[in-house]
């Protein structure tokens, strides 16, 4: 079987958007933003969003927290035995994170959480990963570490490796109370002259959106801890260019969008508690992923987890700009669905070689 051209034929058109000014204690710079994807209007969309962003100062981006996790599942003969093994195993943090050291030099114990069922035991480890996203790095520590309490308390059967309160690639309120991955926050300002000629919408539209839409909307469709349009859209596309595990999308959707009106200016900010990035590890050694790494200053000789965390920061401020563009987008009505029959058509002519032939319009056509 020929894999190189089945690669070939399964590429996904990619571009690279913006730039988009970052400014905040970990990213100060003017960076590209590589998005892979068959829909369209996003790249196009998001770079509106970049260019408004950056006239406007730029976008501030923290990260607050990180961590990957994996959950293991024990089962106890009765309920005492369960709670006493839980309080048990929670006095011996110094020890596990001894039992760790064996299978990563970047492993890092950071807390444990529990949740007993009767006689089940939920235990979920939290890791720091360095540069990794983590998923194998934690999986592998989480395996010594049940290995090492089957070893100790004996009462304790093992029942599996992954008990779902991780929670990897499923929504859940866990993830976005207690975190999976990178915990960004961006925000921005944008001048009531930004937002309507560059946005052709006002403060206030936008600021009324965001709570009709996205809080009101969302609460009514029984969303968990999601308050956003479309952080997916942005985050896959991020996630193909840069050589992420696509379906992490799932947690790492879960955002809020928070908007004021401020001394006449728009306050955009976007939260995104799971964004799961590593810039080492599987799909990391593609050239294209390398080259895309490369352009975002993500490999470089930094400190172990630094690269990650710029990376994380980026893919933030990706969604933030996406975001932002469809919002305005969907304040003004037909706007959204007109540019993407635009788009469209216009990609279909290319695509059959007519695009030239097209006539050009005039100033009071467009």
Known sequence: MNWKKIEQAAAIPMRLVGPVKIIGPEVNAIVPLPLATFETPLWLSTHRGATVCTQAGGIRAVIIDERMTRSILLEADNIVDANAAVVDI???KEIMQNVITETSCYARLLNIHSQVVGNLIYLRFEFNTADAAGHNMATLAADRLL??????FKKLKYISISGNYCTDKKASAVNGILGRGKYVLTEVTISRELCQRLLKTTPEKIVQLNIKKNLIGNILAGSIRTANAHFANMLLGFYL???QDAANIIEGSQGIVHTELQNDSLYFTVTLPNVIVGTVGSGKHLDFVQENLGQLGCLEERAPGENARRLAIIAACAVLCGE????AAQTNPGELMKSHIKLE?????AA?????QRPKRTKNEE
């Open 90 to 92: 929670l006095q011996h």
């Open 147 to 152: 290995e090492w309490i089957l070893f100790s």
């Open 241 to 243: 260019a840069t050589g």
């Open 324 to 327: 932002l563009s469809l919002l």
């Open 345 to 349: 058509r216009r990609r279909k002519l």
């Open 352 to 356: 059959d070689g007519l695009l030239s």
